[in-house]
């Protein structure tokens, strides 16, 4: 029997979601970004051992951030000459917002901020705009995030992107996502 539409959708988001969020692809990324020298070899392997927690503390931001991903998929070819897509992450931003206010989950109300609204009404930049809260939860997730989804997307890291950006842009996407602060050893009193 052939899968249908629904089946078809759902295995594909299940697909793409597992290749954003294994460990080995980011690992591969991060190594990528040694070689570059963006990070060090240290912060890489810091990296990689806080990965696995952030990954699951952070799920609900990513679920989220997911789902403004497969609306990008969906209005991407739509022949109608509205912004239905951006018009879809404001109302799945302020929707969710409003959902969890009404179950007085005040935790994840605050990742549904105005800030995010805002960013999901900027057309193409919107996509991105759960980065805000998954930066704050982990800025170091949401670097490494964004560095492998952009390297998979054109074969060069975030980093080197901003490298040969313009100043606005370079500042723009430094401001989205910020040059993760190694973990220095505290003092031994």
């Not at 078809?8 to 697909?15: C, H």
């Not at 969890?100 to 994840?108: K, L, P, Q, S, Y």
Request: aromatic letters at 8%; charged letters at 20%.
């Amino acid at each position: 029997m052939t899968p249908t539409l629904h089946e078809r959708l759902r295995r594909s988001i299940d697909e793409a979601k597992s290749r954003l969020v294994d460990l080995d692809a980011l690992g591969h990324t991060m190594q990528h970004l040694v070689q570059e020298g963006a990070i060090t070899e240290q912060t890489a392997s810091s990296f990689a051992c806080a990965l696995p927690g952030q990954l699951k503390g952070s799920r609900y931001i990513l679920s989220n951030l997911g789902a403004h991903l497969a609306i990008g998929v969906i209005f991407a070819f739509d022949l109608l000459p509205l912004p239905l897509g951006t018009i879809a992450r404001v109302s799945w931003v302020a929707g969710a917002r409003l959902v969890e206010v009404f179950r007085r989950n005040r935790g994840r109300a605050r990742i549904h901020s105005a800030g995010v609204l805002v960013l999901a009404a900027i057309p193409w930049f919107g996509y991105a705009a759960y980065l805000l809260p998954l930066r704050r939860e982990s800025g170091e997730l949401a670097f490494v995030l964004a560095n492998h989804s952009w390297l998979a997307r054109t074969g060069r890291s975030y980093e080197d992107f901003l490298g040969r950006s313009s100043y606005p842009l370079r500042r723009l996407g430094r401001w989205l996502i910020p040059l993760p602060i190694p973990k220095t050893a505290s003092p031994v009193a």
